[in-house]
């Protein structure tokens, strides 16, 4: 669901949980973390703003409960680039001595704030690069957080739409990644 109220450009994620094993990141079974303790800190670019509202009417993400029976609540996840708060079951918080934040199951209702741009100015600030449209399969290293993907979509050439792309693979890591965001 894309929106350009007030000229902001806005992402909205609403749909079914992600699954626990999704954002297990925190922790794999030998109890090391990806992010132990960027909580706090810089960690997307300083326009990006993410809350977990999962009282959204008719939103098919919505529960008033998690799946451990604890009550969701409206969250800020990220507040101008800041980690602002994890995504903890029962079960990953007793892990790293923390407490629940209501999301066995998943997260629920994500939305996305990324600055005043629209699509079309971030095209042109782009100048040359890679607009994705579409991502395939699912290649993240939980500890390290390298990433590796399928995607298409457009290459941007003098700040204009050039030609579609399709079956490439994009490849870093999420920690520089999410730094560089710039929509």
């Not at 998690?66 to 708060?85: E, F, M, P, S, Y």
């Not at 999301?103 to 600055?115: K, Y």
């Not at 700040?159 to 730094?179: C, F, Q, R, S, W």
Request: glycine share 10%; charged share 20%; aromatic share 8%.
């Amino acid at each position: 669901n894309f929106s350009t109220n007030r000229n902001k450009f806005n992402f909205t994620v609403v749909g079914k949980p992600i699954p626990q094993k999704r954002h297990r990141h925190l922790m794999n079974a030998r109890g090391r973390t990806y992010d132990p303790s960027k909580k706090d800190k810089q960690v997307f670019a300083n326009h990006i703003n993410i809350t977990e509202n999962p009282h959204m009417k008719k939103a098919l993400g919505s529960a008033p409960f998690d799946n451990d029976g604890v009550a969701t609540k409206k969250r800020t996840l990220i507040n101008q680039g800041v980690l602002k708060d994890y995504v903890l079951s029962g079960y990953s918080a007793r892990k790293l001595g923390l407490q629940t934040t209501g999301n066995a199951g998943g997260v629920h209702n994500l939305v996305v704030e990324s600055g005043e741009k629209n699509l079309n100015d971030m095209i042109v600030e782009m100048n040359k690069g890679l607009l994705i449209t579409d991502m395939i399969g699912f290649g993240v290293n939980q500890i390290t957080g390298d990433y590796s993907r399928g995607a298409s979509g457009f290459w941007i050439e003098n700040g204009e739409i050039a030609y579609p792309v399709e079956e490439i693979t994009i490849a870093g890591n999420l920690v520089e990644m999410y730094k560089n965001v710039i929509c």
